[in-house]
């Protein structure tokens, strides 16, 4: 079975402060795919970014960045310098192999909140 | 632009009527997958279509019915019989499934409201 879990609800934090967003996955497959998507309140979903679990480098875009380990199953995300304009719903993805249906599985979520 | 289309964004519907969500791509993608969205959850998914004319229950299909005549077009519809549809209605498109799966994109969605 496949699962995403992140525990963080909801975070608040104040303008340039940096903040790390929790992600830990289930799954069986030996190859799958992490994705990171965002829910501005527009509530469309912004991609973000795709990991396969042969890469386990970290990666970073501008303010951005990802730290995915294997060994403890998590794919968390970090905004440094968090601005306004960073306010959404944050939501971690699972993916099965290419042989699947190629579904995500969803997280529940996490809404972050930055105060000026 | 190349995109993901939804309409309308926001749906009212009576208690016991069908009601059909629209969604159309113009990204040339093969596969095509409906999600529900319920407030503070994550989202699962309700039927997904890899080719035209050929279509997958999701998670949560019961009270759901789509169709896939065209690569460009997945419409979803709520019947009567889902006993709790209101909802957010979240469309995605992915490209070619060689090589593992590309990424998902997402239209604006359909809030639908059952009164």
């Known amino acids: 079975a496949q699962k995403v879990t992140q525990a963080q609800t909801e975070i608040s934090v104040v303008e340039k402060e940096d903040v790390t967003l929790d992600c830990v996955y289930e799954t069986r497959d030996t190859t799958y795919y992490l994705f990171w998507y965002k829910q501005p309140p527009s509530g469309e979903l912004v991609f973000l970014i795709r990991r396969n679990s042969f890469d386990e480098q970290n990666e970073i875009s501008g303010r951005y960045s990802w730290n995915f380990q294997k060994s403890t199953s998590s794919f968390n995300f970090t905004i440094t310098a968090s601005q306004v304009v960073d306010s959404a719903v944050y939501f971690c993805a699972l993916s099965g192999p290419v042989t699947g249906a190629n579904n995500l599985f969803f997280g529940t979520g996490t809404r972050l909140t930055v105060i000026p | 632009d190349g995109g993901i289309t939804q309409s309308p964004k926001y749906l009212f519907r009576k208690e016991g009527q069908n009601v059909t969500l629209s969604c159309e791509q113009n990204l040339n993608h093969d596969a095509m997958y409906w999600y529900r969205q319920d407030p503070g959850q994550g989202l699962r998914l309700i039927y997904y279509s890899q080719i035209v004319n050929d279509f997958q229950k999701g998670d949560i299909a019961e009270g759901y019915s789509v169709s896939r005549e065209k690569k460009e077009s997945f419409p979803l519809t709520v019947t009567s019989a889902q006993k709790n549809p209101t909802a957010f209605y979240l469309c995605?498109?992915?490209?070619?499934?060689?090589?593992?799966?590309?990424?998902?994109?997402f239209g604006p969605g359909t809030r639908l409201t059952v009164l």
């Open positions: 995605a498109s992915i490209s070619g499934l060689a090589g593992g799966p590309g990424t998902q994109y």
